[in-house]
């Protein structure tokens, strides 16, 4: 069963709020997805355990226990989970001023962030004590270098790969062979996907490949089960190739 939630469209700062920052977490008892919405507060996203989803446009971000998404206020995007799902949202009132953008981003959710923002869901805090915690926040609040982006090709001619790829990451086609199925140059379509996604087609079949092993890895597969599953000879070179795309190792984002 697949649950569909909708949520209005508002503009940054539409809808005034008392808080400065203020907390949510839910676990979704089925598979859920969010339509396109935005919020008149910024927004921080991770999850407590396991992975979701995030979608900006062309961008997938995928969302995890260390690795969250910052979302700026009255930016579109839809969200997605599946069942069993621990995820935490924190909205920080528009206007409040910190080191991150105004465009979505990557936030590493380091030991520290995590017992600040839980911090502000003790009963009984006090407003000072909150004052100083919320402080805090901002100031440890960074952009991280890290992020399971993937940024979709939207042509024509490249949708057919696209499908292909995210439907079955474990899929061996080369450039060469999609371009033989398509009838045109492997030339076209290496420039095509730089154009489109500012890689190779290489480095973009290895992103997608991340995002569904990180899926996986939380749910507590074991690596190389999940080496295997997307597309890896050996649990060695899945972990390179891994390394290399998130600067992480798998190991970081399997449950226990």
Known sequence: MRVTRDLPTLAAGEVDVPFVIQGYEEVVNADTAWNEHSHPWHELLWNEHGTSTAVVGSQVWCITPTLGLW?????LHSA?????TSYRAHFFRHGTESALPD????????PLLRLLLERLEEVGLTQRSRAVTEAMVLDVLRPSPRALLVQLPTSSLLRPIVE???ADPAGQRTLDGWAAALGC???TLARAFRAETGTSFARWVASVRAQHAVQLLSLGHE?????DAVGYRSASAFGAAFRRTTGMTPGKFRAR
Not at 71 to 75: D, E, F, R, S, T
Not at 80 to 84: L, N
Not at 223 to 227: I, L, Q, R, Y
Request: glycine content about 6%; overall charge neutral; aromatic content about 0%.
């Open 80 to 84: 997605s989970a599946v069942a069993g």
């Open 164 to 166: 292909a790829v995210r």
């Open 103 to 110: 465009v979505p981003v990557a936030v590493e959710i380091t």
């Open 185 to 187: 140059s492997a030339r």
């Open 223 to 227: 690596v190389d089960v999940v080496a």
């Open 71 to 75: 979302m700026p206020a009255g930016q």
